[in-house]
Nanobody
Framework: QVQLVESGGGSVRPGGSLRLSCTAS????????LAWVRRPPGKEFEGVST?????????VYHDSVRGRFTIARDNARNTLSLEMNSLKPEDTAVYYCVREVNWLTFDYWGQGTQVYVSS
């Protein structure tokens, strides 16, 4: 069955960095668009970044993270990553790795990993 397993969350001070990873199994990884979605405490889900199939040469970032976050995929290792730099308290959220079947439409989600940014 399809599985997405995130890792790498934690607590960090403002200005710090974290790297999230997602290991996928149960489907042909390179054939799907993938994305990171987050849910800040008390707020709705929001798309963070999406990357297209294959070479991953089409990438979209939410305005709030552009220039600070970098999404990447390794189709040989079935992994998706999110490098997060210059973290801000407003980046605090549970981050989910998701499989995207259409623009902002996701059919499988990981269990989520908590990111907490505070001084």
């Amino acid at each position: 069955q399809v599985q997405l397993v995130e890792s790498g969350g934690g607590s960090v001070r403002p200005g710090g960095s974290l790297r999230l990873s997602c290991t996928a199994s149960g489907f042909t990884f390179g054939s799907y668009d993938l994305a990171w979605v987050r849910r800040p405490p008390g707020k709705e889900f929001e798309g963070v970044s999406t990357i297209n199939t294959g070479a991953g040469d089409i990438i979209v970032y939410h305005d709030s993270v552009r220039g600070r976050f970098t999404i990447a995929r390794d189709n040989a290792r079935n992994t998706l990553s999110l490098e997060m730099n210059s973290l801000k308290p407003e980046d605090t959220a549970v981050y989910y790795c998701v499989r995207e079947v259409n623009w902002l439409t996701f059919d499988y989600w990981g269990q989520g990993t908590q990111v907490y940014v505070s001084s």
